[in-house]
């Protein structure tokens, strides 16, 4: 280990493209990172998916090394890429702009089970659902409880 942990940083970068510039130039100069060293070893790790924006966790340690974890991008960004949507609805409560089947919001649920605090998957399902619905999409899943989709699962 490094020593002590002197902070964190969070951003959201797009993968392989990382660059001196704001926001992540601003946020590692604050605590005396190396920039350009950040921006290669995170454009090197992150080069097979270009351009989608990822959270990203720093940790900077007390003799301005660093460590970083990229974790899997917004639910909400997977739901639009997995139904071809630039943005959501402007009122998803109303105005609805997709509809996701039931092994979509499954595929997604599996994809961001990393990152969530759901005990299975059908709880992740869930939390698909509820993401959706803020985006303005419908899913086949809609009105089912936790143990209709974990017994549909099985």
């Known amino acids: 280990m490094a020593g002590a942990v002197k902070g964190y940083i969070k951003?959201?970068?797009?993968?392989?493209?990382?660059?001196?510039?704001?926001?992540?130039?601003?946020?590692?100069g604050q605590y005396w990172v190396p920039i350009q060293e950040f921006t290669t070893k995170?454009?090197?790790?992150?080069?097979?998916?270009?351009g989608v924006k990822l959270p990203v966790v720093i940790t900077v340690y007390e003799d301005?090394?660093?460590d970083f974890i990229v974790k899997q991008?917004?639910?909400?960004?997977?739901?639009?890429?997995?139904?071809?949507?630039?943005?959501?609805s402007g009122v998803p409560q109303k105005d609805k702009v997709g509809n996701l089947t039931f092994d979509q919001v499954k595929e997604i649920a599996?994809?961001?089970?990393p990152d969530l605090n759901a005990k299975d998957l059908a709880g992740a399902m869930l939390t698909v659902r509820g993401t959706a619905r803020a985006?303005?999409?419908t899913t086949d899943i809609d009105g089912k409880t936790l143990e209709e989709l974990?017994?549909?699962i099985a």
């Open 11 to 28: 951003l959201q970068i797009n993968w392989g493209q990382a660059n001196p510039a704001p926001p992540v130039g601003p946020a590692l």
């Open 42 to 50: 995170f454009n090197e790790q992150t080069k097979d998916k270009m």
């Open 64 to 66: 301005r090394t660093f």
């Open 73 to 88: 991008p917004p639910m909400s960004t997977l739901i639009k890429n997995k139904l071809n949507l630039k943005k959501g």
């Open 110 to 113: 599996e994809e961001k089970m």
């Open 135 to 137: 985006t303005g999409v």
């Open 150 to 152: 974990r017994a549909e």
